[in-house]
C-alpha cells in the first residue's frame, strides 16, 4: 500500500487501530516530496508524501508566500472516492477518451485542492525528487509587498547564480508574460514550464532602479536540504528545507556530531514536506520512541512511532513559518506535544491530509486525499495549522527572518544553549 501526504512526509507507518506497539510490523508506506531552495515535489516510492500549491507546481523553483500561507488552508473536503475515480478514468478510456483528463474532472468536481493527476512523465520527474535532484533554475520566490515577486534565495553555481541574478532581485517578467498581478504559485509555474533539461526561460529583473533581462537554461541539480552551521559555542543551527531521501539521517547525524553541551536550533521555515519515513528519523533523533503522530484512512485510526535511542536532553528550539507543512508540521507536532522542542516562529501552513497515489487504466498517476494526521496529542493540522509557543509575527524579507531567527536563539540560549 503505498500512501501520500499533500506535503512531503516519509514512510514506516505503522498499520492496525490504536494503540499500536513501536515494533509491530509495518507496511510498504508512499512516497513524495516536498521543494527545497529551487526542488520540486514527487510521490510514488514508499512512505507517505507531500502535496502543497507551491511543491506541486515548483520542480525546480520553491515558492512561499507569507501573506496567503500565513492564513493556511481551509480543512479538506470529505476524502475522494477511489473507486468511482478509477471507474471513471476506464470508462473514458474504453470510450477512446483521455483517462487522464476523466480522472482530472473528477478531482476538480470534489473540490480537494490536495488531489492531483499526473502523467507518466510528470510522475517519473517527481519520483526523482525523492533522491534529491530536479530540474530548474536554481532560485527560491517569495512574495515581495502587495504585488511583487523576489528571488529569496540563489543556488550557488546554478542556472540563476551563473547568470549573476542574487538574493533581493525582483522578477518583474517571465518569458515576456508580467508578474503582476501573478500570485507566487503562478510564477513558479511559469519559471519550471516543461521542466524539460535544457530548455530555456528569459527573466526580467529589476535591482535597485537596474532594469534588464536574463535567458537561464534549465539544468538537472541536485540538492541538499540539510545544512549544519555552527551559531556559537553552545548553539548549533541545523536547518531543514525538505524531507527527500537520507534528510532524517543527515539530521540524526547532525544532532550526534554537535559537541557536548550544545543547543540545537532546527529551522524547518519554509519546509513543505516529503517523505514520512525522514520525519519519523528526523523525529528520532531527539526522541526516545513513543508517538509521534496519527492517521486515518477509509476510517481506520493508525499511528507513527519514533524509534529509541535519540537525543533527549539536548536543548532544542524548532523555527517555523507559514511555509512550514505537512512532513515538517508533523515533525514539528510531534515535538512540541512530546514537550521535547520549544517551537517559535508564526503559525503554521495546515497541511494535514494524507494522499494515496494510484495508477490508472492509461498510466497516468492519481494521488487523492484518503485521511488526515493528528499530532500526539490529538491536535488536528489540516486547515489548522500549529501555533508555535513563541510568536512571532511572519513578514516577508530578510530582516523579519533575521528577527526571528534571533528570538529563537534567545529561547535557545534560555535553555542553555547558545549565548
Do not use: C
Not at 485542492?113 to 499526473?118: D, E, G, H, T
Not at 547568470?163 to 508580467?178: K, Q, S, Y
Not at 516529503?274 to 528520532?284: C, N, P
Not at 526516545?288 to 536532553?313: N, R, S
Request: proline residues 5%; charged residues 25%; neutral net charge.
Amino acid at each position: 500500500m503505498t500512501l501520500v501526504f499533500a506535503g512531503v512526509i516519509g514512510t514506516a507507518a505503522a498499520t492496525g487501530s490504536l494503540p499500536r506497539r513501536p515494533d509491530a510490523q509495518e507496511p510498504p508506506a508512499a512516497a513524495g516530496a516536498g521543494t527545497e531552495a529551487g526542488v520540486g515535489t514527487g510521490a510514488g516510492a514508499a512512505g507517505f508524501a507531500d502535496r502543497s500549491p507551491s511543491s506541486r507546481t515548483a520542480l525546480g523553483v520553491a515558492a512561499f508566500d507569507p501573506g496567503s500561507a500565513a492564513q493556511g488552508p481551509s480543512p479538506s473536503p470529505t476524502p475522494v472516492d477511489r473507486d468511482a475515480l478509477a471507474r471513471a478514468a476506464a470508462d473514458a478510456v474504453a470510450d477512446g477518451k483521455s483517462g487522464k483528463q476523466a480522472a482530472e474532472e473528477f478531482v476538480s468536481r470534489s473540490g480537494d485542492r490536495w488531489s492531483a493527476v499526473y502523467d507518466p512523465r510528470e510522475y517519473a520527474e517527481f519520483e526523482q525528487t525523492l533522491d534529491g535532484s530536479y530540474t530548474g533554475v536554481g532560485l527560491s520566490a517569495r512574495r515581495s509587498g502587495a504585488d511583487g515577486v523576489e528571488i529569496s534565495r540563489v543556488r550557488p553555481g546554478g542556472p540563476a547564480d551563473r547568470a549573476g541574478l542574487r538574493a533581493g532581485d525582483r522578477i518583474t517578467a517571465v518569458d515576456g508574460r508580467p508578474v503582476a498581478g501573478r500570485s507566487v504559485s503562478e510564477v513558479v509555474s511559469l519559471l519550471r514550464g516543461e521542466g524539460v533539461t535544457g530548455s530555456t526561460v528569459t527573466l526580467g529583473v529589476v535591482r535597485d532602479r537596474a532594469t534588464w533581462t536574463r535567458t537561464l537554461r534549465r539544468a538537472r541539480l541536485t540538492t541538499d536540504p540539510v545544512t549544519v552551521r555552527r551559531l556559537d559555542d553552545r548553539a548549533v543551527l541545523v536547518r531543514v528545507t525538505a524531507f527527500t531521501k537520507g534528510t532524517g539521517e543527515r539530521i540524526r547525524t547532525a544532532v550526534r556530531s554537535a559537541p557536548a553541551g550544545t543547543g540545537i536550533l532546527l529551522d524547518l521555515r519554509g519546509n513543505s514536506g516529503g517523505l514520512l519515513a525522514e520525519a519519523r528519523t528526523a523525529a528520532s533523533a531527539f526522541l526516545d520512541g513513543g508517538l509521534i503522530a496519527t492517521y486515518d484512512m477509509d476510517g481506520t485510526q493508525h499511528a507513527v512511532y519514533a524509534e529509541g535511542g535519540g537525543d533527549t536532553a539536548r536543548p532544542l528550539v524548532a523555527l517555523v513559518d507559514g511555509g512550514t507543512m505537512s512532513a515538517a508540521e508533523l515533525l514539528t507536532g510531534a515535538l512540541k506535544d512530546r514537550g521535547r522542542a520549544v517551537t517559535v516562529g508564526s503559525r503554521t501552513f495546515g497541511k494535514g491530509s494524507v494522499q494515496m497515489p494510484s495508477e490508472l487504466p492509461d498510466g497516468s498517476v492519481a494521488e487523492v486525499t484518503v485521511g488526515r494526521y493528528r499530532t500526539p496529542a490529538g491536535h488536528a493540522v489540516d486547515g489548522e495549522g500549529i501555533t508555535p509557543d513563541v510568536l512571532v509575527q511572519q513578514a516577508a524579507g530578510t530582516r523579519a527572518e533575521r528577527r526571528a531567527e534571533e528570538r529563537a536563539r534567545t529561547v535557545l540560549s534560555g535553555l542553555g544553549g547558545g549565548s
